[in-house]
């Protein structure tokens, strides 16, 4: 059968995700410019719309089939090789579907600006593709990659697949330039057909959901929170006390509906900002992690230099949601919600999912 880039063969290896993008997520992009299809140079820390950047290995070409590696391993062996042009043809197919939404749509390889213009003729891509056959973004970033042999015209170094969700970073200077900032990571990417109605979806689900400042509106709906997570209003974290109720807070809303709160307050000194209180109504469609990247933002710019909040030892799922949200571990205070308990706290002494409540965890996210 003659080669064909469109389609997937069945049992293709699938890619596994071995840690090498976990420092991308919130961070702002370099002054690199990458020649598009179209000729213009495009300085990618100059993004002043949100945008999708996906990236590729290397796109195939209709009846030449890849060459042997440079240890005699079949292109399809690799994981997460084969499928660029699926890939890229989600893209294609979903474009009025992002434009719709105000998001922008760039494609991203190592390959020549002429392999890609071909490519994007052939195959009607309506967006431009980038160019980093110098590497200076692959370099500058530490993108994941592996060597290949391919075209003459193009390097041997190929970025692995993944895809980025990028927005221009909230300044504390509004006068100050505007630098674009990755918000999201998808990394690994498989299927590679389907990373375009995953990266669709999640825009969708993000797009539905708005942050505000708390108003006078949002009092009632604050302090029913945090009798529903809380037990009342006052909070305990690291021994401190904190009438929630009373801090400055974040709301999400959908179509105009409270459906989460994030609580916080700017440390004195305004070099840390504790996330108080995390909940909402609407669970697995990204309404924490938009209140969180909400929080970042407002303590970035206040200058703080890094957000923090705690959790208890049981709370497991948060546990698990904070890490995929790229938040570390930063410190564990051993047995703390006792005196917690010993000042008043109706903190119960097994947590819902059946373990000791004795700890709190601390998380942080450093803010560059």
């Known amino acids: 059968m003659p080669h064909d880039p469109t389609q997937l063969p069945a049992n293709l290896p699938v890619p596994k995700d071995d840690g090498a993008c976990l420092h991308l997520r919130r961070s702002l992009l370099p002054s690199i410019s990458l020649t ?116 003459p015209e193009n390097p041997t170094t190929l970025i692995a697949r993944m895809a980025w969700y990028v927005e221009p970073d909230t300044q504390a ?79 999400a809303e959908r179509d105009g509906v409270p459906i989460g709160l994030c609580t916080y307050e700017i440390l004195p000194g305004r070099a840390q900002c504790e996330v108080v209180t995390l909940s909402t109504r609407d669970e697995g469609r990204g309404v924490g992690e938009r209140l969180l990247d909400a929080a970042a933002d407002i303590a970035r710019a206040a200058c703080c230099w890094r957000i923090f909040l705690t959790t208890t030892n049981d709370n497991i799922r948060a546990i698990g949601f904070y890490q995929r949200c790229g938040w570390t571990l930063a410190a564990i205070h051993k047995g703390i919600v006792e005196d917690a308990r010993r000042r008043g706290a109706p903190i119960p002494k097994i947590g819902p999912s059946g373990l000791p409540v004795r700890d709190e965890i601390e998380f942080e996210l450093s803010l560059p």
């Open 173 to 251: 200077d509004s006068s100050a330039p505007t630098t674009a900032r990755i918000r999201k990571v998808w990394y690994p990417v498989f299927p590679p057909n389907e990373n375009a109605t995953n990266v669709l979806a999640w825009l969708k689900r993000r797009s539905e959901v708005h942050t505000v400042r708390r108003e006078a509106r949002h009092d009632a709906f604050v302090r029913d929170e945090l009798t529903k997570h809380w037990a009342g209003t006052q909070i305990w974290s690291r021994n401190v006390g904190y009438d929630a109720d009373r801090l400055p807070a974040l709301v």
């Open 36 to 151: 598009a299809t179209s000729g213009e140079s495009i300085n990618l820390a100059s993004l002043t719309s949100p945008t999708v950047l996906f990236f590729y290995p290397r796109t195939g070409v209709p009846g030449r089939a890849p060459s042997l590696g440079f240890h005699g391993e079949e292109w399809d062996s690799i994981p997460g090789a084969r499928g660029c042009t699926p890939q890229s043809c989600g893209f294609r197919d979903l474009y009025s579907q992002f434009t719709a939404l105000g998001v922008r749509v760039l494609g991203v390889s190592t390959n020549a600006t002429s392999h890609q213009r071909e490519f994007k003729e052939r195959m009607h891509v309506p967006f431009e593709l980038l160019s980093d056959s110098r590497l200076e973004l692959t370099r500058a970033l530490r993108l994941p990659t592996f060597e290949f042999p391919t075209e």
